[in-house]
Each structure stands twice: as C-alpha cells, then as structure tokens.
C-alpha cells in the first residue's frame, strides 16, 4: 500500500510538470523592421499645373499725329483681368547641406486674360487687351522642414504677349496694335512642394510678375482717327498647384531637423 501511494504521488508529479511545460510562454520570432523610405529631392523633374492668373494694365497715351485737343498726353485708364491657366514645368533640383534645396526651372502657362475698360480721358471710347502665353525660367532656394515638405521661393525672369484694340462708341475699331506686343520682364514668387511618394511631389505657388512700361504704337484703320503712341505698364500674378515627378540621380541623403 506504501508502495501504491509513492507511486500515485510521482505519477501526479509528472503530470503537473507535463502541465506547466505546456503553460511556459513561447516566444515568437520578431518580425523584421520595416524599410526606412528615403526621400531624396536631387534630381531633374517633369510635370503640370493649374490655377489662375490676373493682369493689370495702365495706359498713358505720349504721342499722336492729330491736331490739339487730340494731340496732347491723355490719361487712358486702366484695367482688371483674370482666367485660368494651365501649364507644363521642367526642372532640376540638387540637396545639399542636409535641408537645402536648389534648382532651376522653366515654366510654360498657356493664358488668355482679357481685359475692357473705358479711356478716363475719353470715356466713351472703350479699349480691349489680351495677355496670353506666361514664360518663366527661374531659380529656386528651398528648405526641408521635413524630409518630405519642402518649402522654397524662387525668382527670375518672365516673357508674356498682349494685343490691344480701341474702339469708338458704337463698337467701330479707332485703333490696333495688329500684331502683337512682347513683353519681357522679372518675377518672384515662393510655395510648398510634398513629396508624397519616393520620385512623386505635389505643390501650391504664387508668383509675381512686373513686365514694366512698354511703348505701343497703335495703326489706324479709320478715316479720320490718327494713329497713338500708347505707354502701357503690365504686372500679373499667378496662383497655382501642380505636380511633378522626379528622376533622382543622387544617393540617399541624411537631413537633420
């Protein structure tokens, strides 16, 4: 019966072990860590914008062919426009010193911004301007307030083109520049640049352009009217989003912030 009993108490000993081992935790492996994404802005891009534009012109006339009161200086006033743009970018960056940015780029925006005013002058003669077609080459300094949002300003010079017709009251055509006026002038502007996915970025801007004073000589295809020499003064504003993607062709790069 001693025997029995001993034999019971190590059975039931080997069973609680049995037990306990299959109760210990078991660990499983880690799972590898995941891949650090590198964002990396060194690089030539391509891509497209849209937005909007707004023109401003002024016009002074300084020279006529006619006689007194005709002849003299005259104040032709000035005038409001605004329409949609959409354009194409190109452009190359470099990332140096960590956070910083720079790159140089040209812009095309086709445009079509009208404008109609009546002359102050001359009120009852009204006139007509189209500025269209924005061309900007500019370079660009930006910082890396995150290895993703790049915040830049950038500065360089701008070509654009206008028409201007007037017309005497009833709508008869007085006076044309028949073909065209180019222009040429600087701009500035500064924006933010995401870049969402290794290569891929998204951007908003804005962009101020002064295209300075320009003498205009306006053809006079009416009997009894007489060709002006007009001085006009031209500055436009873009406000646009866009999005553009990368070719890198530099190594990763470590940002501090």
Request: with cysteine; net charge neutral.
């Amino acid at each position: 019966m001693k025997k029995f009993a001993l034999g019971m108490l190590a059975a039931v000993a080997m069973t609680g072990s049995a037990v306990a081992a299959d109760m210990a935790p078991r660990y499983a492996k880690a799972p590898p860590p995941a891949p650090v994404v590198v964002y990396n802005w060194t690089g030539c891009y391509i891509g497209g914008n849209i937005g909007g534009g707004w023109a401003r012109t002024s016009q002074n006339r300084t020279d006529v062919l006619a006689v007194p009161p005709f002849a003299a200086p005259a104040n032709f006033g000035s005038s409001d426009g605004s329409d949609f743009v959409v354009g194409a970018q190109i452009g190359c960056d470099y990332q140096f010193a960590g956070n910083w940015v720079l790159g140089i780029q040209g812009m095309y925006n086709y445009a079509r911004i009208d404008s109609s005013h009546f002359l102050t002058d001359f009120p009852a003669f009204r006139s007509d301007i189209e500025n269209k077609d924005i061309f900007t080459v500019t370079g660009r300094l930006g910082y890396l307030f995150t290895p993703q949002l790049l915040g830049y300003v950038k500065g360089g010079g701008a070509w654009t083109r206008s028409d201007y017709v007037i017309f005497q009251p009833g709508g008869v055509l007085v006076s044309e520049n028949a073909f065209g006026v180019n222009r040429s002038g600087w701009t500035v502007g500064g924006g933010l640049e995401w870049m969402f996915a290794p290569g891929w970025s998204v951007f908003g801007e804005y962009n101020y352009m002064d295209f300075g004073h320009k003498d205009v000589a306006f053809t006079t295809p009416v009997i009894g009217a007489f060709p002006d020499r007009v001085r006009t003064k031209l500055e436009v504003s873009t406000a646009l989003v866009g999005v553009n993607y990368k070719f890198n062709w530099g190594g990763p790069v470590v940002a501090r912030y």
